[in-house]
């Protein structure tokens, strides 16, 4: 589903025109990212939520010339799904 396609749903489900929508969920995305970049959380209940993660440095290959280089530490943004969306998971099959 892209942003376009969720901004039509959500239109087609409250009645709000797609624009209106479409402008509401790219501030929103934009709230968040700016959240997450500054070191903040993003909680949401029953969803998930948007943390920053710190990744350890660690050994690498590359894989070209065969040689180890060490990869060093990073900031990364991490999704950590919440309990109720989890528990929605589990009931689905695997295709």
């Known amino acids: 589903m ?8 959500v239109s087609r489900k409250t009645g709000i025109e797609t624009e209106t929508v479409m402008e509401i ?11 997450v970049v ?3 959380g993003c909680y949401f209940r029953g969803f998930g939520t948007f943390v920053p993660k710190k990744r350890a440095s ?3 290959q590359n894989i070209t010339k ?15 799904p919440g309990r ?12």
């Open 2 to 9: 892209t942003k376009a396609d969720l901004a039509r749903e």
């Open 25 to 35: 969920f790219q501030e929103s995305l934009t709230t968040i990212k700016d959240a």
């Open 38 to 40: 500054n070191g903040e």
């Open 58 to 60: 660690k050994i690498g």
């Open 66 to 80: 065969g040689e180890m280089i060490v990869l060093p530490e990073r900031n990364v943004a991490f999704f950590k």
């Open 84 to 95: 109720e969306f989890n528990a929605e998971m589990k009931k689905l099959k695997v295709v």
